[in-house]
């Protein structure tokens, strides 16, 4: 009976997927209005290719959006060393515009196929993977079951299981363990995340760590941050990044209570959302704060209250340019933001305590009293006033932060360890047909 009600879910899925498809136009046709998705490519999301495949054996990976991908470039770097050519997919625009420009020669990057049936099918006829190699928590049913049909291995590498997604898969054993059993291997974060992905039926799984605290430092363009750090010099400064909606606000209010006691004070604001550039402009100015928009190369000023990141893929710089930073979706959202990508750079780090998403990374941050957590707003203020006040403070915890990034690296070595034993047979393969080709 199990076995059946199984069956009938996932082919339900399927079935619904098959249904839903022609009209699928209309869905993305408003993402695109809404900058969620690259109209010029809206044709990759139905399986289409944009380029033809390479001859010889490819990995296809698959990274959710930006923090993922920098994750798995050293995994692409080292297939690629080997000769084997990979084929990376992502789902949102701004991680597309990064990997565009990080992939090495020879890696190709396409918009992830839809989970329907037809979509994946298109996809998987076009570039015959040899390998899938998915990332963290990302759990497609359509594409686990058109994979295992077509014998592919399939690996989840750094992989995650949040709290929520732990208690919706505990409530469909059944279906939870079909899917889970048909990864070849998992490579988990932590021991918790280990201990779920064995209790849902994944097998064999192993424990890398964070590929994240392996991940190179996020980059930026050293002459534009010494250009726009000229304009900051003697001014306290801190950084709020990745933020989400109901954080801006919490984050202008706290910077009103504070400029009193620091009046030359300057807020950068990093939205994880660029888009909201606007919506968050007018926040500010509803509050009488002058703001300078990095999307429209307006200078920071003497009188320059916020400097709105409001661009793709400039992280890397804004973190520098000053020594403390609030991590987003902690307070006003839940799950948090990445800490190792600041941690590594060197910076003060405070966050809502909404960090489930992390829980590891900032259990280890916190063991070292390298990362503040806070409730509320005025926690927010109380914690920012005595960081701007103490340099000493905030230099030790930016210390402390490098030192617990340091001790955390290791996870990129043991996910290749077993990552190999699924390339080098491809490695041999690419040699077998180069000598079957007379090369």
């Given at each position: 009976m199990n076995d059946l009600i199984t069956r009938l879910t996932l082919g339900g899925y399927r079935r619904f997927g098959r249904l839903i498809y022609p009209f699928m136009g209309p869905f993305l046709a408003l993402r695109a209005r809404r900058g969620k998705e690259d109209r010029a490519r809206r044709y990759e999301r139905y399986g289409y290719p944009s380029t033809e495949r390479p001859a010889g054996p490819l990995v296809w990976?698959?990274?959710?959006?930006?923090?993922?991908?920098?994750?798995?470039?050293?995994?692409?770097?080292?297939?690629?060393?080997?000769?084997?050519?990979?084929?990376?997919?992502?789902?949102?625009?701004?991680?597309?515009?990064?990997?565009?420009?990080?992939?090495?020669?020879?890696?190709?990057?396409?918009?992830?196929?839809?989970?329907?049936?037809?979509?994946?099918?298109?996809?998987?006829?076009?570039?015959?993977?040899?390998?899938?190699?998915?990332?963290?928590?990302?759990?497609?049913?359509?594409?686990?079951?058109?994979?295992?049909?077509?014998?592919?291995?399939?690996?989840?590498?750094?992989?995650?299981?949040?709290?929520?997604?732990?208690?919706?898969?505990?409530?469909?054993?059944?279906?939870?363990s079909a899917l889970f059993e048909s990864f070849s291997h998992v490579i988990a974060q932590s021991?918790?995340?280990?201990?779920?992905?064995?209790?849902?039926?994944?097998?064999?799984?192993?424990?890398?760590?964070?590929?994240?605290?392996?991940?190179?430092?996020?980059?930026?363009?050293?002459?534009?941050?010494?250009?726009?750090?000229?304009?900051?010099?003697?001014?306290?400064?801190?950084?709020?990044?990745?933020?989400?909606?109901?954080?801006?606000?919490?984050?202008?209010?706290?910077f009103k209570r504070l400029k009193p006691a620091f009046p030359q004070l300057l807020l950068i604001l990093v939205p994880r959302h660029p888009e909201r550039g606007d919506e968050i402009e007018a926040l500010a100015q509803g509050l009488s704060l002058d703001v300078a928009r990095r999307s429209r190369k307006e200078a920071i000023r003497a009188i320059t209250d916020v400097y709105l990141g409001d661009t793709i893929g400039e992280m890397g710089l804004y973190l520098?340019?000053?020594?403390?930073?609030?991590?987003?979706?902690?307070?006003?959202g839940y799950g948090g933001q990445n800490p190792l990508e600041p941690a590594a750079i060197g910076n003060a780090i405070l966050s809502?305590?909404?960090?489930?998403?992390?829980?590891?990374?900032?259990?280890?941050?916190?063991?070292?009293?390298?990362?503040?957590?806070?409730?509320?707003?005025?926690?927010?203020?109380?914690?920012?006033?005595?960081?701007?006040?103490?340099?000493?403070?905030?230099?030790?915890?930016i210390q402390a932060a490098q030192d617990t990034v340091r001790d955390m690296r290791g996870a990129l070595d043991?996910?290749?360890?077993?990552?190999?034993?699924?390339?080098f047979p491809l490695t041999v393969k690419r040699k077998l047909e180069d000598i079957g080709n007379g090369d």
């Open positions: 990976f698959h990274a959710a959006s930006v923090g993922e991908s920098m994750a798995v470039l050293a995994l692409i770097e080292r297939v690629h060393a080997h000769g084997v050519h990979a084929v990376m997919t992502t789902g949102t625009v701004t991680s597309a515009k990064v990997v565009a420009k990080r992939l090495p020669r020879g890696a190709f990057h396409q918009y992830v196929p839809l989970d329907l049936e037809q979509a994946v099918n298109r996809f998987l006829d076009h570039w015959k993977p040899d390998l899938a190699v998915f990332t963290e928590s990302e759990i497609w049913p359509t594409c686990i079951e058109r994979l295992r049909h077509r014998r592919i291995p399939h690996v989840l590498v750094n992989a995650r299981m949040s709290d929520k997604s732990y208690a919706r898969w505990k409530n469909a054993p059944q279906v939870a021991s918790l995340d280990a201990e779920r992905y064995r209790k849902l039926g994944a097998r064999p799984v192993v424990i890398s760590g964070n590929l994240k605290v392996d991940t190179k430092e996020l980059p930026y363009d050293e002459a534009e941050l010494r250009r726009v750090a000229g304009h900051l010099t003697g001014r306290p400064a801190f950084i709020a990044a990745s933020t989400h909606r109901g954080e801006e606000q919490i984050l202008l209010d706290v520098r340019m000053a020594p403390i930073v609030y991590m987003g979706r902690s307070l006003a809502g305590k909404h960090v489930t998403n992390f829980r590891d990374s900032y259990r280890s941050l916190l063991s070292r009293k390298a990362v503040r957590l806070v409730e509320d707003g005025d926690m927010l203020a109380a914690n920012l006033e005595f960081l701007l006040s103490n340099p000493d403070e905030c230099e030790r915890m043991r996910t290749i360890d077993v990552l190999d034993s699924y390339v």
